[in-house]
């Protein structure tokens, strides 16, 4: 199974792929897992707040904390080779 992040820019969220695109109809034959993160504008997919303990922002906890989660569920299997990562810009 493919797995497709798509990521949404600043100011949007999640909803701008499915409001703007064609995504939910062009995976819908396909063997592909659609994955839209929710996540707060501009954050930049990152922890920022740390958790209150400050310091730099964590910008690996989507990919190392989601994606092991969502593949050991649903795949792409242990080569990962078929996944992408669309990022809409973050201006409008």
Request: charge should be negative; include cysteine; charged fraction near 20%.
């Amino acid at each position: 199974m493919a797995v497709l992040w798509l990521l949404h820019g600043g100011p949007g969220d999640r909803t701008d792929w499915t409001a703007n695109t064609h995504v939910e109809e062009l995976a819908a034959p396909r063997d592909v897992l659609v994955v839209l993160p929710r996540t707060s504008p501009c954050s930049g997919y990152s922890d920022w707040y740390n958790s209150g303990g400050g310091g730099p922002p964590a910008w690996e906890n989507l990919m190392d904390e989601l994606r092991p989660l969502l593949e050991s569920h649903y795949g792409p299997g242990p080569s990962g080779r078929w996944r992408a990562c669309p990022w809409a810009a973050s201006g409008r």
